[in-house]
């Protein structure tokens, strides 16, 4: 996708992008917040706190739990050490004070298993750019209440980001009629029900699981209810009546903020969706494009997650089949040179395209049919195959070429794409597709470019959406060094070439 014919991001929604990718990053809590800092200045951020001050610590907030009165049983939760450690990290990603995050669902706690972490926020304040814009439209409401949702960080998320067998999504988005009584937020939330020949919405079932298990514990709080819709008998003070609702999240939690967003709308018709990084294989295109009116998804780059679909690894398999049959060396022979710095040529790799085209498409149909027999469970995915990202796609897009990724430094474009264009494109894979995804480096190149644009404005530039900025990588997205990160992306490359090689056999539509 380097071509100029795609649309330009507009400023607003390039700074209202960096400016709630910050709470997305922030839910993964103090292990991500620490893995995004060098060395041990995580740890002393965290531990010292705000302004190096152990007044502002989790440690203070310990030993008030510690020292207060022994007649009151604290909550379990409050004895925790990494809880307080939490919280303390979202409100330094944030820049929150203490009394605006209102609510913290720690892992597994007085929750269902298939609950998500996530947090309630309240953001009464906005980045730069979007105040600008602000006084330039003042129907623009600052104020939100924001819900973020964990990505992945468990083995239990990686199950649950496998687990794509196509569910039922019709009751989450059905109208009720004006002969119904109107639904209300306390409603049983809908049972997830695998999807049938009458389905008309269907998505992923993994992820609308926890999708379902976020609600259910929104519910039993009470919280938002009480924040937004200010009921009797609420245990939240503050009154948020009027203001916006912002759902967001990274990798699983985007895809949980977007079924999440699609069920609230019920109740919430205004609300808000920012799902960053958020999983290809998602929901079915009519419901993908449906969200359109809520929700913007934000890739960068080469990231894997969001071009991972059904289809996509069906191809990628198909790939990797074609070439390891034209493939002239030993497999052995090949991983061993390239892990010590061997740089292989074509020629030295592969057989020529035409000495075994015939054979490599022979056992490819091989490997299929012998796959396909005796799979009954294979028909109940052919609906996953055609799943796609949700929303509008905002595209980071890199301008530099391949043989210059290696370089300090990087620059991106934002763009808006489709969801099939980022489809047939697939999985690209590249050194880059695993550190694209990280939500420290996604927030940063959010950030630089967000800042740029809010450069430009205040000096009354041309606001065409050229906010090319070269974006310095990060630390944390690759944690090799030297000599290893070196021979790491020799061999990816070299995958990258047989993959290519690969493609001209299979195409890129192949149908598995």
């Given amino acids: ?134 006084l330039q439209q003042p129907d623009i409401q600052l104020c939100c209440e924001v819900v973020s949702v964990r990505g992945t960080l468990s083995l239990e998320d990686c199950v649950t980001d496998f687990l794509c067998e196509p569910v039922d999504l019709d009751e989450w988005i059905k109208e009720v009629d004006s002969s119904h009584a109107p639904r209300s937020f306390q409603d049983r939330v809908p049972e997830v029900k695998p999807a049938t020949r009458d389905t008309k919405a269907s998505g992923h079932s993994g992820i609308l699981e926890s999708a379902k298990a976020v609600l259910e514990d929104l519910q039993s709080t009470g919280i938002l209810e009480g924040l937004l819709l ?51 294989g998602l929901a079915d295109p009519h ?71 015939g054979r490599a498409n022979q056992m490819l149909q091989q490997y299929k049919s012998s796959s396909h027999a005796g799979n009954p469970r ?38 808006w794409i489709t969801a099939q264009e980022l489809k047939r494109e697939g999985v690209l894979i590249s050194p880059r597709m695993m550190a694209d995804h990280m939500p420290d480096y996604l927030t940063a190149v959010l950030q630089h470019l967000a800042e740029k644009a809010g450069v430009e404005m205040h000096q009354g530039g041309n606001l065409n959406g050229d906010y090319t900025i070269d974006i310095p990588p990060s630390p944390a997205a690759s944690p090799l060094r030297g000599k290893g990160k070196r021979r790491s992306n020799d061999m990816q490359e070299i995958l990258s070439s047989s993959l290519a090689t690969g493609r001209a056999f299979t195409g890129s539509d192949t149908n598995s």
């Fill in 230 to 280: 200010k009921v009797q008998g609420s245990r939240v003070a503050r009154d948020c009546r009027g203001w916006r609702l912002v759902v967001t999240g990274h990798s699983l939690g985007a895809g949980a903020s977007v079924l999440i967003a699609l069920y609230l709308r019920n109740f919430f018709p205004k609300v808000k969706c920012w799902a960053f990084a958020p999983p290809g």
């Fill in 378 to 415: 294979r028909n109940r995915y052919e609906q996953a195959r055609d799943f796609v990202p949700p929303g509008r796609l905002m595209f980071l897009r890199p301008i530099k070429s391949a043989a210059k990724e290696r370089r300090s430094n990087r620059q991106y474009k934002p763009v």
């Fill in 1 to 134: 996708m380097q071509g100029s014919q795609y649309e330009e991001v507009d400023p607003h929604d390039l700074g209202e992008a960096a400016h709630f990718c910050r709470f997305a990053f922030a839910a993964y809590g103090y292990m991500l917040y620490i893995w995004s800092r060098p060395q041990m200045v995580g740890w002393c951020q965290l531990c010292c706190g705000r302004h190096c001050s152990c007044w502002f610590s989790p440690v203070r907030r310990y030993m008030q739990v510690m020292l207060s009165d022994r007649r009151k049983l604290p909550n379990l939760s409050e004895l925790k050490v990494t809880n307080h450690m939490n919280r303390e990290a979202i409100q330094q990603m944030t820049a929150l004070p203490d009394r605006d995050v209102v609510f913290v669902r720690f892992q597994n706690e007085g929750a269902s298993h298939s609950c998500l972490p996530y947090f309630i926020a309240i953001d009464e304040h906005s980045n730069s750019v979007e105040q600008h814009l602000a």
């Fill in 287 to 357: 419901v993908a494009e449906a969200a359109q009116e809520f929700c913007t998804s934000v890739v960068l780059g080469k990231d894997w997650i969001p071009r991972l679909t059904v289809h996509s690894f069906e191809r990628l398999r198909d790939e990797m089949i074609m070439a390891a049959v034209r493939c002239k060396q030993s497999k052995m022979r090949f991983f061993w040179g390239a892990l010590f710095g061997k740089t292989w040529r074509e020629e030295d790799l592969f057989h020529p395209e035409a000495l075994v085209q």
